[in-house]
């Protein structure tokens, strides 16, 4: 059986996008709950939460999201602790939006 | 060293974002104008990693986690001179996607993956075959590529390797080593060349790795 080579090659997405990056750790700790409060979560000590008070975990890694090792991008607003695997799945399945 | 225009551009963007209130910054994010991420640096890294045109070579035979495991594999290479991160995303790596995938990323990490890669395209394959090949490769790594330990027994490892050489007879097989097991891949590979291995042998050193290239001997024409 002869491939579907057209097929078979994913394009890259690439979206680098025009906007800009804030770094989390520049914004003050209190603009920081205010922010994830907006967005429908809430914090415990360190700990973000979601609307039912279950802690949030990384999407592809499923570890706890933390106040001081969260990303926020697109996505369904997305959560992601900060760390290469989350990074590059995010990539993959979202394209280069960061 | 100075910061260059656009990195200066870029942090007082920053500090002018970071001065807002959280409504402003949520409604600026809801409108995709910002993102928040806490360490720009292992963004840029892996997306240096995904710019590379290792990474686009071989992006087309994989798929699914295997894809993520190539920019995971290539980031290794790019953090090789911080130890400690290296081995916390090894860690990582093993957590999210156990041995196999480890051992994928290491293989890229290596350049063994690549080694492979350039072997077959210049084994004269159809597409369709090299396609496949490729594919193979990705799907079983460990079919094709096997890393040295520095505890091994040369020994026994070089009659392990022959038993399965001459088992699954791959089109290319490459036996790798990193830092102090280049050592042992050196005797493991005097041991393999004492025996009737059936493969032709091509070694490339780089500044951390050796890598040995098996590929098979034609067979011999009787007259």
Known sequence: MTPDLAGEISPLPIDEGSAETVPWGDIPRDVQIEIIRELGYSVEENRILDAAGAPVVDKYTRAPVRLDNLMIVWGSTLLLDNNPVSIASYFEEYGEQL | MSPTPAEFAAAAKAVHWAGKKGAELVEAYRNRKIRFVQNPETVRVIKAARGT???????????????????????????????????????????????????????????????????????????????????????????????????????????????????????????????????????????????????????RSGEWTDTYILTPRPPTKTP
């Open chain 2, 53 to 203: 045109a290792e990474f686009r070579a071989l992006y087309r035979f994989a798929s699914g986690r295997q894809r993520v495991l190539l920019q995971l594999g290539l980031t290794l290479r790019n953090i090789a001179d911080k130890p400690d991160e290296v081995e916390s995303l090894r860690q990582q790596i093993f957590k999210n996607f156990e041995l196999e995938g480890l051992h994928l990323a290491q293989a890229v990490q290596h350049g063994a993956l690549t080694v492979i890669y350039q072997t077959l395209l210049d084994g004269g394959l159809t597409e369709a075959r090299f396609f496949f090949l490729m594919r193979d490769v990705l799907k079983d790594v460990d079919g094709f590529v096997f890393f040295v330990q520095e505890k091994m027994d040369p020994k026994q490892e070089a009659n392990a390797l022959l038993a399965r050489l001459r088992r699954d007879s791959p089109m290319v097989f490459v036996v790798a080593a990193i830092g102090r097991a280049r050592e042992t891949a050196t005797k493991l590979m005097k041991n393999l060349r004492q025996t009737a291995l059936g493969y032709f042998e091509t070694t």
